[in-house]
């Protein structure tokens, strides 16, 4: 009788978007062996979902699981039952201690205006901010209008606009605008794998900047972002090698969807990502305005262009390599997603991602614990497999509540016997009140009293989630690389940069 | 997670500004907030709440072991919640459900694990012990919680100790924490909830409003009364933040309502919860209410020679039960209301907005004669005097002579101040120690002191007789080696057999599932015996007697008498009939 909020979405990002699957051969031009450019090996990378040992894995639990219910069918699925409650319970629990550490640990690494302003130009690293794009004509205005407000010196600062070499509609609309000094267009070439993890890797390649940092073309960043992100940088121990700055929308308010989304990015953001920091559990990166050392990234093979969400899976590659990774407190505006359908095709894909991401990181689980520590292990399944499996798993137990309190059926009745329905019925009620708290508390906590609402209806949104979980969930077995498509460019916001002439 | 969420300090998160994408964010989290903000004395420790809370647990639990064990005072409804729990654990049909829906849950689940120790210490059980073990547990953490309080409000060590002790020795506090009643669950989380309630009003440290919204939701489920309070709170959080936050009329609309969503949403959440699952389980949202057991049904059924709604003696009675608990209350309410308004200190309206509403609420329920005049009902009055008394003192003692002279107070002013502090801490020793003596202020406390201090007049040897039926009942039946639920009773009038009873599994109890089949087929199953009480007064609610309203007079054609125990305290006389 579980059923649980799915939890937090994973904080990705809005790929540039293509729908082709993904062919397996390597894409020629790279120059050293491996996955990518820098060395990412196949054993890390999604390339191929499944390694042989853990396909192995895959039959033998499925045999063991198939002849248990046919011998003994209630006994297994009692089994099954208990083994879900347990992981609902435990995932409701390491929620709300995520939040408890949130919000009474350190928080967001803070630089003040005034301190980002104070280090003079010389002083500062170069800096490299990779923007792909993919058949995005529209949102170049805002690009360049975004970039303009973006304070960091001109000799210190390379933008690299990513294109795809086949990507006619953009070039021409790059070829109109008066692009600034320092805004260099890199022509992706064209014939292997085309995500937006692999145009990054091309990018990454040519980058002359110290940091590197990632933003969506129609991204708005808090001005003084770079400044902070090199500040902070200065101030941090050489092992901190990426700060992720903060995700929120610019169309919140455009309709109840956006209102959810922005609300699981304040729980995201206020609580659970600063509960991790605290927790030491590895942090799945999001898509954009994550910072990073260049030859710290180098050093770990670059962004897997096979993951579809490359960015949780490089967190999680920063932290086995023993690295951390910090919480700026600095803003980054994006685009929420206001189409239901449009949601679901974006949140499956992060979903799938997540999956592939769990699955990479666990071909060697053993060595995975060392690293990382039993802690972080739990916290890491917990919430990158935790999340789209249990939104998955939550509409049939939705389904045996509803069955239940109808009709009491005695075959639902049998699968939970009182060890495992009394927890159960707990995390049912207490489980998913805490969650609706828990997102009350966020929005009061960012006062963002416009969430009320979407704290109040939370749960519809869960019920959103699990569509797309499902989808994930079958998507990854029957077309483990196909690439959602995400439509850019419904919010109607008019961003406020859109056509400003780019001076830098 | 309610402590935890107060922890973070003010952090005002990052705030992203739209017109100028800028942010902003105040001092780092974990930072307390300025001390000018809130006045503390002393640096806070644990040592002092945990001396507080040992000391007095001790004390209360062993004023219960004396009352209990050694003068077999034992409160009624104190016994019943600890049946209801143990009903859970050691019963033929045990299930959670089995714990009842008349009665908030938290005093019998509370019980449980104490009653699971109950091979080694019988007296937990058969004579509801785990009940005082409980209650002295809770009001020994109102005393440790009411000096923190005062701490809170900037009193120094000495008075805030004098004050807190007081309290925790007032006559109906150290009774009530040693009792095993449910009084001392509904203090704390009052308490508790006022303590995060005034740092709020100080502070506008909003995690706060968490603690206040969760201290009273816990506390629903032990006393209906704190959704009372629950609802004044959230009253004056809505009514405060709409008045002073910032921006337009609909943003303060949003503001004060998510605010006070904090404080309701975890009350209003266990409420929603209890009713339903009471209605799902035994059809009735609210069983104390509308239940055939509850108190309405029960004055309906005592109530021959009840008085009219709002005679004047109800008036007269409650007016006298709310003196005798504190004389000054009134004088304390006005003099902190008038000076909070005057000075526009949030701070000294809260008590009285929290806790007022609550006695009037008791007040209206006695005086439309929906419930019983017992003085327990505004025991809230006491630490609601305590809590204005200390209020007050910080008041006057705040300015330090060099303060601006409009801040502060005339010496005259002050000394009146001080003199009424002193008065209402010690009335009422005094008047509480006065009305214990009295039948009709104390109906139900006077017989229990009565039979600690005069044994010798027959209300007292009533009290002592009282479950001496009971106990033989449960020694017979014992040794008759019966088998599992062969002997019928309904456990809302013969909870204190069944607790007394070490074959607790021989009893076919209201709560097991298969209670309403055995009793309809009666005689036509395996139920040997019945348990009956007179159809009359209480008794008339007995489940044996609505279904077989002459069973205790004539077996009702099915039963033969088997044995007959008399009435000879203030329980019924009860019959076992043979039914097979």
Not at chain 1, 5 to 14: E, F, L, T
Not at chain 1, 234 to 240: E, K, N
Not at chain 2, 183 to 189: D, F, G, K, Q, R
Request: include cysteine; aromatic fraction near 8%.
């Amino acid at each position: 009788m579980s059923m649980l909020p799915p939890s937090r979405p994973p904080a990705s990002s809005k790929e540039p978007a293509l729908s082709v699957s993904i062919p397996g051969q390597r894409r020629a031009g790279l120059p050293s062996p491996g996955i990518t450019a820098f060395g990412l090996t196949e054993d890390e990378s999604a390339v191929r979902t499944l390694s042989r040992g853990q396909r192995w894995a895959l039959v033998g639990l499925t045999v063991v699981l198939v002849t248990a219910l046919a011998l003994r069918p209630m006994g297994a699925a009692r089994t099954l039952v208990a083994v879900a409650t347990l992981a609902y319970l435990a995932a409701v629990a390491y929620r709300l201690l995520c939040v408890r550490h949130g919000t009474s640990s350190a928080g967001a690494v803070q630089v003040s205006d005034a301190e980002a302003l104070a280090l003079a130009d010389d002083e500062l690293p170069a800096y490299t901010v990779l923007v792909p794009a993919y058949r995005e004509p529209e949102v170049i205005g805002q690009l360049v209008g975004n970039l303009g407000r973006i304070d960091y010196p001109e000799h210190k600062l390379e933008v690299l606009l990513l294109l795809e070499e086949d990507d006619d509609v953009t070039r021409a609309a790059v070829a109109e605008v008066a692009l600034p000094a320092q805004v260099r267009v890199l022509l992706v070439p064209d014939g292997g794998v085309r995500t937006k993890p692999n145009a990054c890797n091309w990018g990454l390649l040519q980058a002359g900047g110290e940091l590197v940092t990632i933003y969506d073309a129609e991204d708005q960043p808090d001005p003084l972002q770079l400044r902070r992100a090199a500040v902070a940088f200065r101030r941090l121990p050489a092992d901190v090698v990426c700060v992720q700055a903060r995700l929120s929308y610019f169309n919140s308010g455009q309709n109840l969807i956006t209102r959810w989304f922005a609300l699981e990015y304040v729980t995201w953001f206020e609580h659970l990502l600063p509960g991790l920091v605290a927790l030491k559990a590895p942090i799945p990166l999001g898509g954009t305005s994550n910072h990073l050392r260049a030859a710290a990234l180098k050093g770990l093979g670059g962004w897997d262009p096979y993951n579809v969400t490359e960015d949780a899976d490089l967190g999680l590659r920063i932290a086995r390599a023993g690295l951390k990774t910090e919480v700026l407190a600095s803003v980054t505006l994006e685009e929420a997603n206001s189409d239901f359908v449009n949601w679901v095709k974006q949140r499956s894909r992060w979903y799938k991602g997540y999956l592939q991401t769990w699955i990479v990181h666990n071909r060697h689980p053993l060595r995975l614990i060392r690293t990382v520590g039993l802690k972080g292990y739990l916290g890491f399944t917990l919430f990158v497999a935790g999340t789209p499996l249990l939104a998955a798993l939550n509409p049939v137990f939705w389904y045996l509540a509803i069955v239940w309190f109808v009709a009491e059926p005695a075959a639902v009745g049998a699968l939970f016997p009182g060890f495992v329905y009394y927890p159960a019925m707990v995390c049912f009620v207490a489980g998913n009140f805490a969650m609706i708290y828990a997102g009350l508390v966020s929005a009061r906590a960012a006062k963002r009293h416009d969430l009320l609402l979407a704290a109040l209806t939370f749960p519809a949104y869960w019920v959103m989630m699990s569509l797309a979980a499902v989808k994930a969930v079958v998507q990854l077995v029957l077309q483990p690389s196909y690439w959602e498509k995400t439509t850019h460019g419904l919010s109607g916001v008019e961003a406020a940069s859109t056509g400003k002439a780019a001076h830098v | 997670m309610s402590e935890t969420l107060t922890r973070s300090a003010e952090d005002g998160p990052a705030v992203l500004r739209r017109d100028t994408l800028e942010v902003r964010r105040s001092p780092a989290p974990g930072a307390e907030p300025s001390p000018s903000a809130e006045p503390r004395s002393g640096r806070p420790s644990r040592r002092e709440p945990l001396a507080l809370w040992t000391a007095f647990f001790a004390a209360y639990a062993g004023l219960g072991a004396v009352l209990v064990l050694h003068f077999d005072s034992i409160v009624l409804d104190a016994m019943s919640r600890v049946a209801n729990g143990s009903l859970v654990v050691s019963s033929a049909d045990p299930h959670l459900a089995a714990v009842g829906f008349v009665w908030n849950p938290l005093p019998s689940l509370a019980a449980i694990p104490l009653l699971l120790c109950k091979g080694v210490f019988p007296e937990l059980a058969t004579k509801a012990f785990a009940g005082n073990l409980l209650s002295a547990a809770c009001m020994a953490a109102c005393v440790a919680v009411l000096a923190g309080l005062l701490r809170d409000a900037g009193l120094r060590r000495g008075s805030r100790l004098a004050l807190a002790v007081a309290f925790g020795l007032t006559p109906m506090i150290a009774y009530y924490g040693a009792n095993g009643m449910s009084e001392a669950y509904l203090l704390l989380a009052q308490l508790v909830a006022l303590r995060a309630l005034l740092r709020w009003s100080r502070t506008r440290h909003w995690p706060a409003l968490v603690t206040v919204g969760f201290a009273l939701g816990v506390g629903y489920l032990a006393r209906y009364e704190a959704a009372v309070s629950a609802a004044a709170a959230s009253a004056l959080v809505a009514v405060t933040v709409f008045l002073t936050a910032e921006g337009s009329a609909s943003a303060r609309r949003r503001a004060a309502l998510t605010d006070t969503l904090l404080v309701a949403a975890p009350v209003g959440f266990v409420v929603a919860l209890w009713a339903g699952l009471s209605w799902l389980i035994v059809g009735e949202p609210f069983a104390q209410f509308s239940s055939a057991y509850g108190n309405s049904s029960q004055v309906a059924q005592q109530g021959a020679d009840a008085e009219a709604a709002f005679s004047l003696d109800r008036v007269a009675t409650s007016t006298v039960q709310l003196l005798a608990l504190q004389p000054l209350l009134a004088l304390l309410v006005v003099v902190s209301l008038v000076i909070g308004v005057r000075r526009r200190q949030l701070a000294l309206l809260a008590p009285s907005v929290l806790l007022v509403p609550v006695l009037g609420f008791e007040l209206l329920a006695y005086l439309t004669a929906t419930t019983f005049g017992w003085l327990r009902f505004y025991i809230a009055t006491i630490p609601l005097a305590f809590v204005l008394a200390g209020l007050l003192l910080a008041q006057v003692r705040r300015q330090p002579r060099s303060a601006e002279h409009r801040q502060g107070y005339a010496r005259p002013a002050r000394l009146a101040v001080a003199g009424l502090v002193v008065a209402a801490v010690v009335a009422p020793f005094g008047t509480q120690a006065m009305a214990v003596e009295s039948d009709e202020v104390a109906a139900e406390e006077a017989p229990q002191f009565d039979l600690v201090f005069h044994p010798e007049t027959a209300a007292a040897e009533r009290m002592e007789r009282r479950f001496e039926n009971e106990r033989e009942i449960a020694a017979y039946l014992d040794a008759q080696q019966l088998p599992d639920q062969s002997v019928l009773v309904d456990n809302a009038t013969g909870y204190a057999i069944v607790l007394a009873s070490k074959r607790p599994h021989q009893f076919m109890v209201t709560t097991d599932r298969q209670f309403p089949e055995a009793l309809r087929t009666l005689g036509a199953n395996d139920v040997q015996f019945v348990l009956a009480v007179p159809n009359e007064q209480l008794g008339r609610s007995n489940a044996v007697n609505v279904a077989y309203p002459s069973f205790f007079a004539d077996g009702a054609g099915i039963g033969t008498l088997a044995r007959e125990w008399a009435a000879n305290s203030d329980q019924p006389a009860w019959r076992l009939y043979a039914v097979k």
